[in-house]
């Protein structure tokens, strides 16, 4: 076990003393400093790297964050959170050269393999912007390295949290704890939407959290107060963020459908937008006539996006000739025709989509409430909108509670469903 973690350490501080990683601008990726012997001595083939690998993020000096990821024979690669297991893109090796790409976030993992560990960087797959140091070995299924201590208490529960640590920034969240052992799942439910899939473990009075879906790692880290309490951080690459948790079985946010509403002046919601071929649809348009809608306003970028994409794909196809539609009004980071069509056409095969999705603009809140002007207080991607046969606004709701979130998820379910078969019973 020490060995292991000096290992780490040891690539580490090299990593942060002399910059020995080196990209060409095509897909090979080179190791400064090693000789085309080597290069050939570690060539891969698809058998090396097939299996389940533990890797770990090095966000910022001092501060590791670890992710598991499992790669098939077939090509496929999944990163595994807790209970979740998350397609990514498949794998391509180049000579010595391992590409992990995540396209729904437009990045991949750039790594070479040397003394069975692969070492490299998530980056951008057009080469612009940051990169994050990586270095992953194979068969490790402790998330983060144990020491052996016994949790001082089992924290699973529900909590009141607040992020944040100025009055008027301050964010109130809940958080969902389940552990068994030293080991730990969790999310946080704010009013925009979850966390998502957290695991990690907790030792004595520490806890550790991370995860990991494609775009950047997640990490929270606390201690357990004397009280019971929780009192930690988010950490990213720039910035940490504390939070306090305290234990309360009845732990709210406010109603998902009390929060983004119309503007007083219409009960109505109607708009019209290009799809990615550039043909404008609309909200009025006759396939849509004396049907109830679902519009939802989202992106293919956002997570809690994905995960309503993910309910909404099968839902729509098991409830479609009952006369309802669904509607996607999505605000992308680029809104230019090649990059709609590749980035809707991939969104649409991961999720299976059959229903309508639209370009709404690029994505800025802003920007939403200048296009959809009869909204108000918009504040979440996504925000989803309850349409009756007439274009009369019934509900909206604000975010998204996903699986991560157990009864929250299946609550959302159940009032989903209702609302759609209530609107459906109406009479034209």
């Known amino acids: 076990m020490k060995k292991i973690l000096a290992s780490i350490t040891s690539f580490i501080a090299v990593i942060l003393v002399a910059p020995a ?52 024979s077939g090509g496929a690669v999944y990163l595994l959170n807790g209970e979740e297991k998350f397609a990514a893109g498949s794998f391509k090796i180049t000579d010595d050269s391992l590409f992990i790409p995540f396209p729904l976030f437009e990045n991949e993992l750039a790594l070479s393999y040397e003394d069975n560990l692969l070492k490299g960087v998530l980056r951008k797959q057009n080469l612009k912007g940051n990169t994050t140091l990586v270095k992953a070995q194979k068969g490790i299924t402790d998330r983060f390295y144990e020491t052996g201590s016994s949790p001082v208490k089992d924290i699973s529960g529900t909590y009141d949290v607040v992020f944040g640590s100025e009055e008027n920034k301050k964010e109130k969240a809940v958080g969902i704890f389940q552990q068994k052992g030293n080991r730990v799942t969790a999310t946080f439910l704010r009013v925009t939407g979850d966390s998502r899939f957290l695991e990690g473990t907790i030792e004595d009075n520490q806890l550790q959290l991370s ?40 732990a709210a946010l406010p109603d998902a459908y009390s929060l983004t ?21 609309s909200s009025t348009d006759s396939r849509f006539a004396g049907k109830p809608l679902i519009v939802t306003i989202g992106g293919t970028w956002c997570p809690n996006c994905m995960d309503e994409a993910n309910f909404l794909g099968p839902w729509y196809e098991k409830n479609k000739d009952r006369g309802i539609e669904v509607i996607a009004l999505q605000y992308e980071r680029q809104t230019d025709a090649p990059y709609i069509k590749k980035t809707f056409d991939r969104f649409k095969k991961q999720y299976g989509l059959t229903y309508t999705l639209l370009v709404g603009g690029i994505a800025d809140k802003q920007v939403v ?32 509670s996903g699986p991560a979130t157990g009864e929250y998820y299946d609550a959302f379910i159940k009032n989903f469903n209702a609302e759609v078969d209530r609107l459906l019973a109406a009479s034209k």
Not at 24 to 50: Q, V
Not at 227 to 243: Q, Y
Not at 378 to 398: A, E, M, Q, W, Y
């Open 261 to 281: 509403k119309l503007k007083e002046t219409t009960t109505n919601f109607s708009f019209s937008f290009p799809d990615a071929n550039g043909k404008i649809t």
């Open 211 to 250: 995860s990991f879906i494609g775009s950047s790692p997640s990490y929270y880290k606390a201690i357990i107060q004397a009280d019971g309490s929780l009192k930690g951080e988010n950490i990213n690459a720039r910035s940490a963020v504390p939070f306090v948790a305290s234990l309360n079985p009845d």
């Open 21 to 72: 990683i080196s990209f060409a601008t095509g897909s090979k990726l080179f190791i400064s400093g090693c000789n085309k012997d080597t290069l050939t001595m570690n060539k891969l083939h698809p058998e090396i790297i097939t299996g389940k690998w533990r890797g770990v993020f090095s966000i910022r000096p001092g501060v590791d964050v670890p992710f598991h990821f499992e790669v098939e």
């Open 369 to 400: 409430t200048a296009s959809l002007p009869a909204l108000q207080n918009f504040i979440s991607f996504p925000t989803t909108l309850f349409i009756d046969r007439n274009g009369k606004v019934s509900k909206i709701h604000t975010g998204f």
